[in-house]
């Protein structure tokens, strides 16, 4: 899913809790369910083993990019309209959160062979419910839905 949903769930998480190591890990677990749920990415970065292919790398890349952007752009404007406020355990959770991705973007960037693994273990998470995956339109769909109701959650906690 994209980052900025991701984040969104950071922030449900941090909310929940003043431990920044439990923040923190229970960003990571969440962002790996998030991904079991079929979201469409795969359709637009297919790669055979991950990202292994220089297109696809920089089409993610570019995606990031432009994803980290919003995700910034809405947290601040969250932050700004005073939906959540800020703590060491919502940072950590935002972090954990968005941490698997830039892991999978540090092994686009150099390669390396146990990076290799565990990109390949990220990838595989996407079909741990469903072999099927969603269109790239019912994805988007899907991410939206998530989008909002985290911003909901958020505004109502
Ligand atoms: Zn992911």
Do not use: C, R
Not at 34 to 58: C, Q, R, S, T, W
Not at 139 to 152: E, R
Request: hydrophobic share 55%.
């Amino acid at each position: 899913m994209f980052l900025t949903v991701h984040s969104l769930g950071g922030i449900i998480i941090g909310q929940q809790t003043e431990n920044i190591w439990l923040a923190f890990l229970t960003g990571i677990f969440f962002h790996f369910f998030l991904d079991m749920i079929p979201h469409g990415d795969d359709k637009i970065i297919v790669g055979k083993d991950g990202m292994d292919e220089k297109k696809n790398a920089i089409l993610a890349f570019k995606m990031g990019a432009v994803d980290g952007l919003i995700m910034i752009g809405l947290l601040s404007g969250l932050y700004f309209f005073n939906l959540f406020s800020l703590s060491l355990a919502v940072i950590a959770a935002v972090i954990g959160s968005v941490l698997p991705d830039f892991i999978t973007t540090l092994y686009i960037l150099t390669k390396n062979k146990i990076l290799k693994e565990y990109v390949s273990f990220h990838w595989k998470i996407h079909f741990a419910f469903s072999k099927s995956t969603v269109s790239i339109k019912t994805g988007m769909l899907i991410q939206v839905v998530f989008l909002f109701t985290f911003i909901s959650i958020i505004k109502f906690l």
